[in-house]
């Protein structure tokens, strides 16, 4: 029994010390919504602003040099998903990303941090546009701590963009959030 009580400890331990703190979420986008038809993409058949959503975290782990920030989803039917955006190297004294920071060039990203090119063949944000009459799709909204900034060529596939922050990465927090486009009449 002493080993049992023992091994819950730690575990409670464990899991206050590390996954308790560390949050992100969006005043535009409710964690397990739907996402609003603005943040929709402008093409593909998708009409929307291809706006990003701001986006805000806190309790990020010690030692975090920078962030990166994702937005992933795993319904589109491609075998391995779809990248809308990746933010890198974004400076670890900033805690937010405005409304629109997604905006193509880099402009509206903090000093110091930087698009990466995603699914769309673009470095900037690429909106929802899930093919019409699908169940609705998820988009997971995640930041990472990390551990130094990146080293990304401008021209890393978004692949090779997510394997450097997963293998440089403190610890991360992440939303999701759902997106469906009616069926064609």
Not at 52 to 79: C, E, H, I, M
Request: charged share 15%.
């Amino acid at each position: 029994m002493k080993p049992i009580l023992l091994a819950a400890a730690l575990l409670g331990a464990v899991t206050l010390s590390h996954g308790a703190g560390f949050t992100l979420s969006s005043p535009d986008i409710k964690a397990n919504g739907m996402i609003p038809a603005r943040f929709e993409f402008n093409g593909f058949g998708c009409a929307g602003d291809n706006q990003s959503p701001a986006l805000q975290w806190r309790g990020a782990p010690p030692n975090t040099k920078a962030f990166a920030v994702t937005v992933y989803d795993p319904d589109a039917p491609t075998g391995s998903g779809w990248w809308h955006w990746m933010v890198i190297n974004i400076p670890a004294e900033v805690s937010a990303l405005a409304a629109n920071a997604g905006a193509v060039g880099g402009a509206n990203l903090p000093s110091g941090a930087s698009h990466a090119r995603i699914d769309y063949g673009v470095a900037g944000w690429g909106g929802v546009c899930p093919p019409q009459g699908d169940k609705p799709h998820r988009y997971l909204f995640t930041v990472y701590a990390l551990k130094d900034k990146l080293e990304v060529p401008a021209d890393a596939t978004a692949a090779l963009t997510g394997f450097m922050i997963h293998g440089n990465s403190l610890g991360k927090a992440s939303f999701t959030a759902k997106y469906a486009r009616p069926k064609a009449k």
